[in-house]
């Protein structure tokens, strides 16, 4: 089975703080996505990455980068965290961009900014 | 991609077959149906999804109407486990999983 792991379940910021959100998937899949989930909105994408060193902009990037350095690893960071980005953010991966299987989820990372 | 429209909520006997109804009547021809579930504190699950035929997997059955705007995911004997949020999105299958716009879903609470 296709694991996606994200490295805090749970984390707390202060304002203004640079936060990075890690992500690593263990199946060689090409692509993967970073969401964030808020009561009422569903989940919304941020950005998301078909190739190493490649990334796009998802509905809503501002205030966020990515890095994919390697096929494995998709960051999130935040660059100076917001009170507005308290949320739930959930990593996803998939075989091909252009695959008819679902998305595989990692567990979430719910953070908190003060 | 096409709106989805589903029920806030439903309740289901625990054994019995829970069935939870989406509409989707913008849909495009080359759109597929999938469905997810987000258990509590975790990450959605890929369920199932189909294009016009319906569809069974070991967790579900998909069946599609004929018109295509409307489907409906059924759970056969549903447990505790299952109890979730279940959402229902459309998209064209070729494009991955960018641009998958999840709606609120169905809280589906399955008692004993």
Known sequence: ?114 | DAKTTQPPSMDCAEGRAANLPCNHSTISGNEYVYWYRQIHSQGPQYIIHGLKNNETNEMASLIITEDRKSSTLILPHATLRDTAVYYCIVRVGNTGGFKTIFGAGTRLFVKA
């Open chain 1, 1 to 114: 089975d296709v694991k996606v792991t994200q490295s805090s379940r749970y984390l707390v910021k202060r304002t203004g703080e640079k936060v990075f959100l890690e992500c690593v998937q263990d199946m060689d899949h090409e692509n993967m996505f970073w969401y964030r989930q808020d009561p009422g909105l569903g989940l919304r994408l941020i950005y998301f990455s078909y190739d190493v060193k490649m990334k796009e902009k998802g509905d809503i990037p501002e205030g966020y980068s990515v890095s994919r350095e390697k096929k494995e690893r998709f960051s999130l960071i935040l660059e100076s965290a917001s009170t507005n980005q308290t949320s739930m953010y959930l990593c996803a991966s998939s075989l091909r961009l252009r695959g008819r299987r679902g998305q595989f989820f990692g567990p979430g990372t719910r953070l908190t900014v003060l």
